[in-house]
DNA sequence: TTCAACTTACTTAATATCAGGTAGGTAAGT
DNA sequence: ACTTACCTACCTGATATTAAGTAAGTTGAA
């Protein structure tokens, strides 16, 4: 009753919360300038709390960027599972909804475009994460993709392993230029493009009655 | 005829040495660590002087960078251009064989990938040169493969703009995770996958009536 | 050709600044 | 009573850059 003047009540509550606000802005230092450009004091200060107030929470600038990761990685997670569950074989339109999702949080598309890049140096301290990362995506998409090219939705003269990493890199490679210039680059778009292409031109038949891309005709 | 006990001889050949010694390890050093990461002191030691000593020749860190970035700028268009020009029209070929060359200089490859992700921040030095070479790659190629496109040879279902932003990011992307784990991912062959999967394929196949509203009957 | 003036390619020493991290204290919360 | 979330003050080791000097190379006139 008497706590309506404080502005944050509990320490765990306070913890909880100084250290999203600390996460927030390592997100978005690291994004812009790397880990290595980056400064602590930088995060510190934009988060509301002295170098050392940070580093009481996140022991070293290395712990910080791993915690930063490991974050933005559960975050992710929940958001993929759902999806690839739900739809299990419909990967590339989940993955369709990945990329729209992107183009809406920028920050977290340069945050691991800059990063990921920063990391191919083995020394990097995320150089594990990147690449188990890209293992990961790899291994978990390949049954899926494995089933719609058995089911002929997407074309077979490509082995999936192939395909997967072709889908990655063209999303990566999208991000990049899609960062320079955000106004002129629409992943969705472009995207869209290729995932038109995969889908096997010689064995559509029944779903779909229009030829892939060709909307010149149909409307 | 006194002069075969040293080992340079003039200032010129000296400076000229020097100077290529101090690049090429720059690009190590900047390829390895990104511009931030990168430390002179360990650029001037491998190359064989002191720090003052390299900034005699680059007066400053940010101008050493810009003069490695112009300096391979210089060099990839001289191998670029007459590859342009020769083939005039088969700009998929030579973009093919740009990949092949890429696989055998794994340092000139991370420095590009590496520092093309660490200028997306505007306030890095090499900000503009990476937008620029964006921008100029996409309109340095954009005649040749319309003219692919109106041969017939490449599908036209995509804009010949769209396109190439999507060629480009593939290498971009492709790259990033052949510098990961380059035993494990072949971007020769997974690039020319793409290149099949855009040379048009209603063309080729006879059992496949073309799609309609195709004006593609020019061959 | 030679020698003196100069320019160039460096060196060592020093500096200013920064950046991450520690020590120890205080006040609030449990 | 104890733990937690900080803060101020400080330390330490970089790191880019400058100052000042030296030795070798270059040039141009006697």
Redesign the pocket.
């Known amino acids: 009753m008497s706590d309506h003047t ?1 502005p944050k ?7 909880r919360l ?1 250290k999203e606000q600390v996460i927030r802005e390592a997100i978005r230092f690291f994004g812009q300038h790397g880990f290595h450009g ?4 930088d995060i510190a200060k934009a988060a ?6 940070l ?3 996140y ?4 712990q910080l960027l791993m915690d930063v990761l490991a974050e933005r990685d559960r975050v992710d997670r929940e958001r993929l599972n759902p999806a690839e569950r739900g739809e299990a074989g419909n990967l590339l339109a989940s993955l369709q909804a990945l990329v729209e999702y992107n183009q809406t949080v920028p920050g977290l598309v340069q945050l691991f475009t800059v990063l990921v890049a920063e990391s191919i140096d083995e020394q990097h301290p995320g150089h594990q994460f990147f690449m188990q990362r890209y293992q990961n995506l790899r291994r978990q998409s390949l049954e899926s993709l494995r089933q719609a090219q058995a089911r002929g939705e997407i074309r077979n003269d490509i082995p999936a392993e192939d395909l997967l990493v072709l889908v990655f890199a063209l999303m990566d490679g999208l991000q990049i230029q899609w960062l320079f210039e955000p106004d002129k680059i629409n992943m969705v778009r472009l995207f869209e493009h290729f995932t038109r292409l995969v889908k096997e031109p010689s064995l559509n038949v029944s779903d779909n009655p229009a030829p892939p891309g060709q909307q010149v005709s149909s409307k």
Do not use: F, M
Not at 9 to 15: C, H
Not at 38 to 41: F, N, S
Not at 48 to 53: C, F, L, M
């Open positions: 404080r009540r509990t320490q765990s509550e306070r913890t100084r980056a400064r602590l004091a509301g709390v002295t170098e050392p107030g580093l009481h929470h022991p070293s600038k290395v």
